[in-house]
């Protein structure tokens, strides 16, 4: 390897991993100290070098995804929480978890579309590396309005998964909501956004969370100024219970006449139900109404939550 460092990660992640030494006696070996050892084996499983599985024994998460599975068909992969969680904890380990998981589904020459959002700037931050060769991370909704282009914020997001990934990033400089449906079919005609249109419709994998106005770890599109007043009067008389990449639904999964995805520039769900995986990413209790109506889409084939939230989707 060019890196020393990633050469004597990896040999002492073999070390530990493969022949049972002790970091002391690696220590020995390489002529350094343990904590040196210690910092080798983390930099090893930060960059993709070393990668752990556990497969556990029949437990209480086996049988909630096994129950998950069974009643929606739904592959779920549940986070160990403790009841005195607060959301806000829950949501962090959720969303470490989701790193985790990523990188056995995306690889080379594939496609990732993400819908930015406050789940998956928290996923961005704990990405691990994996080198993947002619990928791209594709913007799925557009992030603007009345107060910034939103441009940074998406943008960001993006660099950390296209830095994780060793992919190409693609932006989607659109609003997240025209003013008027005739301007987004206006600008939907144009090559340019043609492109990134033909590009989210090719993904491979989508990763999304769900937006709800009523958790504890508050949706973007709810506190970002990207709604006003008559929004939010007509997304509660048209009964609306989340958003899926800014597109909104209903508890039995309907979305098709909501009046404001008419405006909304994130993927219609048959655009997203193309891709053959479909990541779903969500945690906190609040957040129940919300997941029984995405799952009622039927966009849902990955699920990762907590247990908890695991939990309450069966009872009820």
């Known amino acids: 390897m060019s890196d020393p460092k990633a050469a004597s990660a990896l040999r002492a992640a073999q070390m530990y991993y493969l022949q049972d030494m002790t970091m002391d006696a690696i220590a020995g070996e390489l002529a350094t100290s343990r904590s040196s050892v210690s910092r080798l084996l983390s930099h090893a499983r930060e960059t993709g070098l070393v990668e752990i599985q556990i497969h556990p024994p029949q437990g209480p998460e086996l049988r ?3 129950a998950i599975r069974g009643r929606y068909g739904i592959a779920a992969h549940i986070v160990p929480t403790s009841q005195n969680m607060s959301d806000v904890e829950r949501f962090e380990r959720v969303a470490m978890s989701a790193a985790r998981l990523l990188p056995l589904f995306f690889d080379s020459n594939m496609t990732l579309g993400i819908a930015w959002g406050s789940t998956l700037d928290a996923i961005s931050r704990h990405l691990p590396k994996k080198e993947t060769h002619n990928s791209t991370v594709v913007q799925l909704n557009g992030a603007g309005n009345t107060f ?3 441009v940074d914020y998406a943008s960001e997001i993006l660099h950390r998964f296209g830095q994780a990934l060793g992919a190409g990033i693609q932006q989607f400089p659109v609003p997240a909501f025209f003013d008027d449906p005739a301007t987004k079919e206006a600008m939907w005609r144009e090559r340019s956004t043609r492109r990134v249109l033909d590009l989210q419709a090719r993904a491979d994998v989508i990763l999304f969370g ?3 106005p009523f958790a504890e770890v508050p949706s973007r599109v709810y506190i970002g100024g990207y709604l006003d007043r008559s929004d939010y009067r007509s997304l509660r008389e048209e009964k609306a219970v989340g958003d899926i990449a800014t597109v909104f639904y209903r508890q039995d999964g309907s979305w098709r006449d ?3 995805n008419k405006r909304a520039t994130g ?5 997203l139900a193309r891709a053959s995986r479909r990541i779903c990413v969500v945690s906190g209790l609040q957040k129940l109404p919300s997941l029984r109506g995405a799952i009622a889409t039927r966009l849902i084939t990955d ?3 907590d247990e908890h939230l695991a939990e309450q989707l069966i009872a009820g």
Do not use: H, Q, R
């Open 267 to 271: 993927p219609g769900f048959p655009v």
């Open 210 to 212: 769900l937006g709800s």
């Open 258 to 260: 909501i009046d404001l």
């Open 303 to 305: 699920l990762v939550l």
């Open 64 to 66: 909630l995804e096994e």
């Open 148 to 150: 910034t282009t939103g």
